[in-house]
């Protein structure tokens, strides 16, 4: 699951709350997940299965929206926890096109902006799991 959304174990632990140690643990097997943290990675790995790409049909249309400057596109890769390197291996575009539109010389396309959009939009939505305990 953390392969589909983008993570490490380390980007999960910050994410959840959780330690790294006991993520590796529950990957592993080596002992029981909880079913909190369990579900919420399921919700977020479905999340970007429906948004796999910005191809996607699950994309919304543009709409009104302006498309995301250097700013937004900033902070939707913070909400989602990826990198610049992350964010172009999934749009398929060069990570120099990407930098460039982050050095605030352009836009990124309505369609990649709607998608980027709405996979911030599902993290904010599926916050951190409540009541996930870490030391047992």
Same mark, same amino acid.
């Given at each position: ?9 380390? *980007? ?15 990957? !592993?097997?080596?002992?029981?997940? !909880? ?6 990675? $399921? ?23 302006? &498309?995301? &400057? ?15 390197? *992350?964010?172009? &291996?999934?749009?398929? $575009? ?10 605030? *010389? ?14 911030? !939009? ?12 870490? &030391?047992?």
């Amino acid at each position: 699951m953390l392969r589909e959304i983008g993570w490490g174990v380390r *980007q999960a632990a910050r994410r959840s709350g959780v330690s790294r140690d006991r993520i590796t643990r529950w990957r !592993d097997g080596a002992a029981p997940a !909880d079913p909190a943290f369990v579900a919420w990675l $399921t919700e977020l790995a479905r999340l970007h299965r429906r948004l796999s790409s910005p191809l996607a049909r699950a994309v919304p249309r543009a709409g009104n929206r302006p &498309d995301l &400057d250097a700013a937004g596109v900033t902070c939707a890769l913070i909400v989602i926890g990826w990198s610049e390197r *992350q964010l172009a &291996d999934r749009m398929g $575009t060069h990570r120099t096109t990407l930098r460039r539109i982050l050095e605030g *010389q352009g836009l990124l396309a309505s369609r990649e902006s709607r998608w980027l959009e709405a996979l911030a !939009d599902g993290h904010r939505d599926l916050p951190r799991p409540a009541g996930v305990r870490a &030391d047992i």
